[in-house]
Structures are given as C-alpha cells and as structure tokens.
T-cell receptor
Framework: QQPVQSPQAVILREGEDAVINCSSS?????VHWYRQKHGEAPVFLMI?????EQKGHDKISASFNEKKQQSSLYLTASQLSYSGTYFC?????????FGAGTQVVVTP | DSGVTQTPKHLITATGQRVTLRCSPR?????VYWYQQSLDQGLQFLIQ???????AKGNILERFSAQQFPDLHSELNLSSLELGDSALYFC????????????FGPGTRLTVT
C-alpha cells in the first residue's frame, strides 16, 4: 500500500515556506524524498533512516516520526528552483513504494 | 546528468507486440531498478537487480521480464502489449543492494497504439 501524501498541490511565492507530509499504514525502515521537474526524471533529495540518521539536500530539511509512521519535508524560504512534484517513498522489505506526489509551484 | 542512460527515448508500437528497453547504470553502481510512471498509477516499482541477481520484485506483470547482464546493464522486456502499458519507464541505479539514493535515467516513453 502506497504512502499518502498531503497536500496534493501547493502554490508559494518566492521566500515562503511549505510543509509536505507523508504517512504510511505500515512500519517504516526508511523514508525517501525525490523531486521531479516537468519532463525530467526524479532526483534524489533526502533519505531518513530509522534511528535518526539522515542524508541529503543541504537546503531542504525533513523529519521522520517512526512511531507515527510519518515524515514531513520542509521547504524553507522557497526558491523558484523548488518547483516540481515531490514524492515520498517508503521502504518496506527492501522495496520502495512512492506516494502520489505533491505538486509545488513557486512563483516570483 | 545522472550518469544513467536509457534507450530508446521513445517507442511507439501496436498492441500485442513485444519491446525491449535498455538501461546502463552509473559507473560503479551494482543495482538497477525499473519503475513505471503513468498518470493514473504514479511511480510504481517493478523490479530490482543487484549484481546480476533479482533482488526485489514489485508490481511487475507476468508479461514483463527483466535481466541484468555481466556488464551490469539491464533490459526490461514487455510482451503482449496492451494500451494500458503506455507509460514512462524509468531505470534507476544505486551502488548497494539497498534502495537508497537512487539515480534515475531520463526514461523511455512507451506508447502502445
């Protein structure tokens, strides 16, 4: 069962903040975040591992609540380059299942 | 540029036909993953190979098969194609057997008519 992302879409002005949430009904080993710009391939942003370790993007942060099986991605002081569709992926038994995506549009 | 290459970029074929999609991973990466992306299904994991062996299987139809060769490139074979198979097919690679930090290729757009 794929993770659930919210919101489905968000429109921001440059400099504004946004939070994208990802939740799963299954226990999670890790949560992965990718961004896909229109017409391009998904690009790895960040991974959050059980136990608190995280690796990834230096300007985008995320949190992982293992007990609640939830993760949140924080877009702070958004830039035009942040526009795209953000996917969270949850790992279960070595397989990544992606959510439906959150479309982010950052306007000048 | 992720370093992952996929060919062809576009494929247009008729129902019932068979096609082969090819993927070359980043230099040094041992794992190859295949994903299908369609408008109504999102990004779906199909299958993973690690150093030539099948590692994990997702929602891959029986009409689809894949393999990874000794030089680590991979092929995804789709047969008895149906209209619903039209989608963007991505290949990704990573350096380990775990699905961490995957690098995606540019994708192959398949159109079944």
């Amino acid at each position: 069962q794929q993770p659930v992302q919210s919101p489905q879409a968000v429109i921001l002005r440059e400099g504004e903040d946004a939070v994208i949430n990802c939740s799963s009904s299954k226990a999670l080993y890790s949560v992965h975040w990718y961004r896909q710009k229109h017409g391009e391939a998904p690009v790895f942003l960040m991974i959050l591992l059980k136990g608190g370790e995280q690796k990834g993007h230096d300007k985008i942060s995320a949190s992982f609540n293992e007990k609640k099986q939830q993760s949140s991605l924080y877009l702070t002081a958004s830039q035009l380059s942040y526009s795209g569709t953000y996917f969270c992926g949850t790992e279960h038994w070595g397989k990544l299942q992606f959510g439906a995506g959150t479309q982010v549009v950052v306007t000048p | 540029d992720s370093g992952v290459t996929q060919t062809p970029k576009h494929l247009i074929t008729a129902t019932g036909q068979r096609v082969t999609l090819r993927c070359s991973p980043r230099s040094g990466d041992l794992s190859v993953y295949w994903y299908q992306q369609s408008l109504d299904q999102g990004l779906q994991f199909l299958i993973q190979y690690y150093n030539g062996e099948e590692r994990a299987k997702g929602n891959i139809l029986e009409r689809f098969s894949a393999q990874q060769f000794p030089d680590l490139h991979s092929e995804l074979n789709l047969s008895s194609l149906e209209l619903g198979d039209s989608a963007l097919y991505f290949c990704a690679s990573s350096d380990t057997g775990d699905p961490y930090e995957q690098y995606f290729g540019p994708g192959t757009r398949l159109t079944v008519t």
